[in-house]
């Protein structure tokens, strides 16, 4: 059964923090590279963060030092800390995988909203 679920979305300050977390299929998950992707109001979706699964990273210039992307393969979980949250962080989260996204599967996504 394939499956994504994001949770850990809220309502933040602009310099807040908030994790997200992503519980994802074994079939999907394992040996996957893992990625954060986001889709603001009026806005194309975006990859932000993504991890291999030996854990090499990659993340959007918009995030890098900001952003922080884990993974837990023994859960099939991947996390995305961010910090420092600005306005333009709002939108629509998404953890996926690129074959996913090629087949066009998306969880339902995590809303986060940050106030100035």
């Known amino acids: 059964q394939v499956q994504l679920v994001e949770s850990g979305g809220g309502l933040v300050q602009a310099g807040g923090s908030l994790t997200l977390s992503c519980v994802a299929s074994?079939?999907?998950?394992?040996?996957?590279?893992m990625g954060w992707y986001r889709q603001a109001p009026g806005k194309q979706r975006e990859l932000v963060a993504s991890?291999?699964?030996?854990?090499?990273?990659n993340y959007a210039d918009s995030v890098k030092g900001r952003f922080t992307i884990s993974r837990d393969n023994a859960k099939n979980m991947v996390f995305l800390q961010m910090n420092n949250l600005k306005p333009e962080d709002t939108a629509v989260y998404y953890c996926?995988?690129?074959?996913?996204?090629?087949?066009?599967?998306w969880g339902q996504g995590t809303q986060v909203t940050v106030s100035s």
């Open positions: 991890m291999t699964s030996g854990g090499t990273t």
């Open positions: 074994e079939s999907i998950f394992r040996r996957n590279l």
């Open positions: 996926n995988t690129p074959t996913q996204v090629t087949i066009g599967y």
